[in-house]
């Protein structure tokens, strides 16, 4: 199965700035996934990331909110724009490669 | 509002106890998926399962996906504290690969 690199692993963030969120796959992949997963929740699907293409977004998310980059096969990233207190959260992205899914180990997001 | 229905939400055992997870959909995926995800991780893929009627075994742990495809269990048995976590179902969708998620069941198992 693939192995994604996710970085930052956590981060602490003022209202009203932006972070950048970014997964590295060791594989070439079609899809990568973004979700997001609040505090003792389930993950949500925020979008789906195909190279080459615009991203696809999850009825409340929005690309203004949540841009995605797709540059390549091999990585991604998502930004969490005019961040407030609600976007803490964890973000995650995963892929998928024929064999099951495989997810990175999160960015923990804390928004004072 | 969640496509998977998963219950229970919380379950605390004492170690070598058996436990069963439930995992319920009014719709049908093309596969049934289950996590389990420690903190400061993300989730890993513990089995996958097709087949209306599948039963799969790893270990201790045997998942079942019903006749119809909607609903599908896990059974720890003689449960041991490496086995804490929270386990999600996930489900897969015929067209599009995306996955819902049920909202997982918190496993604590006590020494």
């Known amino acids: 199965s693939a192995v994604i690199s996710q970085k930052p692993s956590r981060d602490i963030c003022q209202r009203g700035t932006s972070l950048t969120i970014q997964c590295q796959v060791d594989s070439q992949v079609t899809m990568m996934f973004w979700y997001r997963q609040q505090p003792g929740q389930s993950l949500t699907l925020i979008a789906t990331a195909n190279q080459g293409s615009e991203a696809t977004y999850e009825s409340g998310f929005v690309i203004d909110k949540f841009p995605i980059s797709r540059p390549n096969l091999t990585f991604s990233t998502l930004t969490v724009s005019n961040m407030s207190p609600e976007d803490s959260s964890i973000y995650l992205c995963?892929?998928?490669?024929?064999?099951?899914?495989?997810f990175g180990s999160g960015t923990r997001l804390t928004v004072v | 509002t969640q496509l998977l229905e998963q219950s229970p939400q919380f379950l605390s055992i004492q170690e070598g106890e058996n436990l069963t997870v439930y995992c319920n959909s009014s719709?049908?995926?093309?596969?049934l998926q289950w996590y389990r995800q420690e903190p400061g991780e993300g989730p890993v893929l513990l089995v996958t399962v097709v087949t209306g009627g599948e039963v799969k075994k790893l270990k201790r742990l045997t998942f079942q996906f019903g006749d119809a495809r909607k609903d599908s269990s896990l059974h720890i048995t003689a449960a041991q504290p490496g086995d804490t976590g929270l386990y999600l179902c996930a489900g897969e969708g015929s067209n599009d690969y995306k996955l819902s998620f049920g909202a997982g069941t918190t496993v604590t198992v006590r020494a």
């Open positions: 719709s049908v995926f093309s596969s």
């Open positions: 995963s892929v998928t490669t024929g064999s099951g899914y495989t």
